[in-house]
């Protein structure tokens, strides 16, 4: 396997958070923590805190076309997480620019509903993401419910409901799927893997903690920044690695967010806890 030192670029497709948690700001906190150089391009700006999400209002599909083709004539990415997608035009957008630069990996966070409950898009988004952005990622990482808005069905209960859930993911396209657990009860918090060559459990314990705000976009955004840090001749097996690694930095990122004090609310995870 081969060595190459290069700092790799990462770029995040996503709404953006006031509260620092969630949305770009957690995906470039997380692209920094990991040892990646983060980039951006805003599909909406909401108005939103710990507590809840006020109002969401998306920025034209127009404006976020001008603003990938520009960065990608300048910038090599090695991967790309795309996080918020509110409208079949813009995932269109995004699909179309992205078939034209190819980055090594596209990663997608079907980002559906807020960990308040809030629902962040509408049908037609709903429908976008699942028929465009789904074929054209490389991993996606849905949670139970938004697994289930994905597929139309009632979310899983269960260990056995998952696996259950886990080939009707894979028959939408992405080689990869992370398929989330944490929305079940009990002491553990174990995520479901598909991959080309069968699926595999992801367990981890449970933390007991309120601080689940951007949880999703923090673990979509480090498999991205662990994706891209693989060489070219990485072994098969290297991008199952590279999400167990993300899930594991996650997981103490979790550990870490009482050290933070943000918000009445759900607050965030730890990015940086391996640093201060």
Same mark, same amino acid.
């Given at each position: 396997?081969?060595?190459?030192?290069?700092?790799?670029?990462?770029?995040?497709?996503?709404?953006?958070?006031?509260?620092?948690?969630?949305?770009?700001? @957690?995906?470039?906190? &997380?692209?920094?923590?990991? *040892?990646?150089?983060?980039?951006?391009?805003?599909? @909406?700006?909401?108005?939103?805190?710990?507590?809840?999400?006020?109002?969401?209002?998306?920025?034209?599909?127009?404006?976020?076309?001008?603003?990938?083709?520009?960065?990608?004539?300048?910038?090599?990415?090695?991967?790309?997480?795309?996080?918020?997608?509110?409208?079949?035009?813009?995932?269109?957008? !995004?699909?179309?620019?992205?078939?034209? /630069?190819?980055?090594?990996?596209?990663?997608?966070?079907?980002?559906?509903?807020?960990?308040?409950?809030? !629902?962040?898009?509408?049908?037609?988004? !709903?429908? #976008?993401?699942?028929? !465009?952005?789904?074929?054209? +990622?490389?991993?996606?990482?849905?949670?139970?419910?938004?697994?289930?808005?994905?597929?139309?069905?009632?979310?899983?209960?269960?260990?056995?409901?998952?696996?259950?859930?886990?080939?009707?993911?894979?028959?939408?396209? #992405?080689?990869?799927?992370?398929?989330?657990? *944490?929305? %079940?009860?009990?002491?553990?918090?174990?995520?479901?893997? +598909? &991959?080309?060559?069968?699926?595999?459990?992801?367990?981890?314990?449970?933390?007991? &903690?309120? /601080?689940?705000?951007?949880?999703?976009?923090?673990?979509?955004?480090?498999? +991205?920044?662990? %994706?891209?840090?693989?060489?070219?001749?990485?072994?098969?097996?290297?991008?199952?690695? $590279?999400?167990?690694? +993300?899930?594991?930095?996650?997981?103490?990122?979790?550990?870490?967010? $009482?050290? %933070?004090?943000?918000?009445? *609310?759900?607050?965030?995870?730890?990015?940086?806890? #391996?640093?201060?």
């Amino acid at each position: 396997m081969s060595i190459d030192s290069r700092l790799r670029n990462v770029l995040t497709i996503a709404g953006s958070d006031p509260s620092g948690g969630a949305g770009i700001q @957690a995906d470039l906190k &997380t692209f920094s923590a990991l *040892g990646t150089y983060g980039t951006s391009v805003v599909t @909406a700006l909401t108005v939103q805190n710990t507590c809840s999400v006020a109002a969401v209002y998306p920025v034209s599909a127009q404006v976020i076309r001008e603003q990938l083709a520009h960065l990608l004539n300048d910038v090599e990415l090695e991967a790309v997480k795309i996080g918020m997608v509110a409208s079949r035009e813009v995932a269109e957008v !995004i699909a179309d620019v992205l078939r034209q /630069n190819r980055p090594r990996w596209v990663v997608l966070d079907p980002v559906m509903v807020a960990k308040s409950g809030d !629902i962040l898009v509408g049908d037609a988004g !709903i429908r #976008a993401v699942r028929d !465009i952005l789904v074929p054209l +990622a490389d991993v996606i990482t849905p949670n139970l419910p938004e697994a289930a808005v994905l597929l139309n069905t009632e979310p899983p209960t269960s260990l056995d409901d998952m696996e259950a859930m886990l080939p009707a993911l894979v028959e939408l396209g #992405a080689p990869y799927v992370v398929l989330k657990g *944490g929305h %079940l009860r009990g002491d553990t918090c174990p995520d479901l893997l +598909a &991959t080309p060559n069968g699926h595999t459990w992801l367990p981890a314990s449970r933390i007991a &903690t309120d /601080n689940l705000h951007g949880t999703g976009c923090a673990l979509s955004s480090a498999i +991205a920044a662990c %994706l891209a840090k693989l060489p070219a001749d990485a072994e098969a097996s290297a991008p199952k690695q $590279a999400i167990g690694e +993300a899930k594991q930095w996650l997981h103490a990122a979790l550990e870490a967010s $009482a050290r %933070l004090n943000v918000g009445r *609310g759900r607050g965030p995870v730890h990015h940086f806890h #391996a640093w201060w």
